[in-house]
T-cell receptor, first 116, second 115 residues
Framework: GAVVSQHPSRVICKSGTSVKIECRSL??????MFWYRQFPKKSLMLMAT?????????EQGVEKDKFLINHASLTLSTLTVTSAHPEDSSFYIC????????????FGPGTRLTVL | GENVEQHPSTLSVQEGDSAVIKCTYS??????FPWYKQELGKRPQLIID?????GEKKDQRIAVTLNKTAKHFSLHITETQPEDSAVYFC??????????????FGRGTQLTVWP
């Protein structure tokens, strides 16, 4: 139990285009989902926290208009990187948490974004 | 907010030896402390966690200890194997409430187990 999927696993796009990443909890309802960005050999950097049906809470320094987050249901959250630039290239990972499983967060497999 | 420090940043051990990774936290309200293992290019996997109402938890070769007074917790891996090689992250959380259970991560420890 507690499986989180993420799609796509890899994406290459041209500079200026938008990319949408999906995060799904497959066997539980995720009241809260988190989006992280991870640079090579670095820790996970929290970008935003989203609750189903409400606006996401962004961390300081993260542009909300550039990284659009939608948590439309208890099993799906999406992150859209708008007008992507090469500096947005990174490993993006989501995690999901449910009140039924305490504080445990379960991570998705991550999405490797490369912007040319 | 919470600040989690993790040491060492790299750790090399011989197969069969023990490995210990230590973390400290700053917020006395933190009450949940998970450890994640991340292999290169993969997702972080929860390997063990501990809550503030216990001082130690063990699962086969892995154990975690918590000292609430000193605000530090440690991961112990015994009889290490080459497949234990990965990056290990500690984290702290104060549960739900205003933080919605967000985790504060340490910087990670690259563990290498030599055969």
């Amino acid at each position: 139990g507690a499986v989180v999927s993420q799609h796509p696993s890899r994406v290459i796009c041209k500079s200026g285009t938008s990319v949408k990443i999906e995060c799904r909890s497959l066997d539980f309802q995720a009241t809260t989902m988190f989006w992280y960005r991870q640079f090579p050999k670095k820790s996970l950097m929290l970008m935003a926290t989203s609750n189903e049906g409400s606006k996401a809470t962004y961390e300081q320094g993260v542009e909300k208009d550039k990284f659009l987050i939608n948590h439309a249901s208890l099993t799906l959250s999406t992150l859209t990187v708008t007008s992507a630039h090469p500096e947005d290239s990174s490993f993006y990972i989501c995690s999901a948490r449910t009140s039924g499983k305490g504080d445990t967060q379960y991570f998705g497999p991550g999405t490797r974004l490369t912007v040319l | 907010g919470e600040n989690v420090e993790q040491h060492p940043s790299t750790l090399s051990v011989q197969e069969g030896d023990s490995a210990v990774i230590k973390c400290t936290y700053s917020d006395s309200a933190s009450n949940y402390f998970p450890w994640y293992k991340q292999e290169l290019g993969k997702r972080p996997q929860l390997i063990i966690d501990i809550r503030s109402n216990v001082g130690e938890k063990k699962d086969q070769r892995i154990a975690v200890t918590l000292n609430k007074t000193a605000k530090h917790f440690s991961l112990h891996i015994t009889e290490t194997q080459p497949e234990d090689s990965a990056v290990y992250f500690c984290a702290a959380s104060s549960g739900g409430g205003s933080t919605l259970g967000r985790l504060y991560f340490g910087r990670g420890t690259q563990l290498t187990v030599w055969p």
